[in-house]
């Protein structure tokens, strides 16, 4: 099934749920969770282990399927597309960059090698061929890697060679698992700025899943996802000052779904003390969200009366 690129999103997953069961015991990975992904755009995914972004990640590669709910990537519906749809989509339409150098790379091989089989096993028909591989490796910043073996590279001209493989044969989006969780800080930082300047050069859809949270000031856009939900989306900026002063600006907000529901912030929740339940308010230009003083008593059910008067 074909998506219209000017009414849907390159990455777009609404309502979707994974459910895995063994020996009787179900467990819910995905409950219902929303993503919007706009064509180019390059985007962060964090939460902690467990929170469900490894299993939204192999559904969008193709390595899985969802149990119910929409998955739409790079023009494919990933819930309906047939054994041969699939192989041909993971191929062409997508590229992927695991946080293992043994998953990306074959340890026999060279850089442009690696890059070589690529292309060779997705029979692509790019005709400079070795043109393509050192344009590749090049921007990834690499060439000079290109006769050298996996055992042979540090671990951030392994992973900037893994991003050349997956890009080998122009997929339209680009999806990495943890691509910095076996690097040092200098070296994630020039990982993740490779993976910046391809999304900007090529224009391609970039989705990095992680846990660390410092990959997020290299993105603009940072969703948060909690408990199978996408929970809260920062949105960064650059805006100069009055006084000609370059800022950077970071807003959180909270995620609506389609059916009105939202997360609130851990640390919101943990401060106010909220549970089970919260009082709300419907106000002309907001809406107020309290804890439930019938359940809290004291000098917090004094502070909601006083707020009411």
């Not at 999103?9 to 929303?34: S, Y």
């Not at 150098?101 to 061929?129: I, Q």
């Not at 043109?131 to 910043?141: A, F, K, M, N, P």
């Not at 003390?273 to 809290?296: F, I, N």
């Amino acid at each position: 099934m074909t998506v219209t690129e000017s009414t849907e999103p390159h990455i777009w997953c609404a309502d979707l749920v994974r459910i895995f069961a063994a020996k009787g015991v179900e467990v819910q990975a995905l409950q219902g969770l929303n993503l919007r992904v706009e064509r180019g755009e390059m985007v962060a995914l964090v939460g902690a282990s467990g929170s469900g972004k490894s299993t939204l990640l192999t559904i969008l590669s193709g390595l899985d399927t969802p149990t119910a709910g929409v998955a739409k990537c790079a023009g494919s519906d990933l819930l309906t597309m047939s054994r041969a749809e699939r192989v041909r989509y993971q191929r062409h339409s997508v590229g992927f960059v695991w946080q293992q150098t043994s998953r990306n790379l074959l340890p026999y091989l060279t850089a442009a090698e690696n890059v070589a089989m690529a292309m060779a096993v997705a029979g692509s028909k790019v005709k400079n061929r070795s043109d393509h591989i050192e344009e590749l490796l090049d921007l990834l910043e690499v060439g000079y890697c290109r006769d050298r073996r996996p055992s042979q590279l540090s671990g951030g001209e392994q992973q900037r060679t893994a991003i050349a493989v997956a890009m080998a044969n122009h997929p339209e989006v680009l999806l990495a698992d943890e691509p910095t969780g076996e690097l040092d800080e200098a070296t994630s930082v020039e990982v993740l700025e490779a993976m910046r300047s391809v999304n900007e050069q090529l224009g391609i859809t970039t989705l990095i899943v992680t846990h660390d949270p410092a990959v997020s000031e290299h993105v603009r856009r940072t969703i948060q996802i909690r408990d199978g939900r996408t929970s809260t989306e920062v949105l960064r900026r650059r805006e100069v000052d009055e006084h000609g002063q370059e800022q950077h600006i970071a807003e959180e907000f909270a995620v609506l779904d389609r059916v009105g529901r939202l997360q609130l912030p851990e640390e919101f929740t943990t401060r106010l003390e909220m549970r089970d339940r919260v009082r709300l308010a419907l106000e002309p230009d907001h809406v107020g969200v309290w804890p439930d003083r019938a359940r809290r008593g004291g000098k917090h059910a004094q502070q909601a009366e006083a707020q009411d008067d």
